[in-house]
């Protein structure tokens, strides 16, 4: 089997998650029964900072690891200033068909004390 990488064009097909702002989250639905750690889910929270959970969204802006609340699948886990504030460059996309669903942060700016912090791009 070969490795697999970014995939590009799920990025460019998926949905874009509108106003995802710090610490934000979205509830998106899955087109099939997802079995996570024993649990089967068929929705998944989306959360600005790099991360999936499956029963509450994350507003956290610090949280310990792995968290306290929800199981989590974290692709970055760091904290993203604004990333809808780039949709030109890609901001947070959601592309899901009956086979899988791939969540990708394309162009999201890492967050920084001062300005912005180099742009992140991962799924």
Do not use: C, I, K
């Not at 998106?28 to 889910?41: E, I």
């Not at 504030?85 to 942060?105: C, E, K, L, Y």
């Amino acid at each position: 089997m070969a490795a697999q990488g970014y995939d590009s064009a799920a990025a460019s097909q998926g949905t874009p998650l509108a106003a995802l702002d710090d610490d934000d989250t979205r509830l998106a639905g899955l087109p099939f029964a997802f079995p996570f750690f024993g649990v089967t889910y068929n929705q998944v929270f989306v959360n600005s900072d790099g991360n999936l959970t499956f029963t509450v969204g994350d507003f956290a802006s610090h949280r310990p690891f792995p968290g306290a609340h929800d199981r989590r699948a974290a692709a970055h886990l760091t904290a993203v200033r604004r990333p809808e504030s780039r949709p030109d460059a890609g901001g947070v996309r959601v592309f899901a068909n009956s086979s899988r669903v791939v969540v990708s942060w394309v162009n999201v700016p890492e967050y920084a004390q001062y300005g912005t912090g180099p742009l992140q791009t991962f799924r």
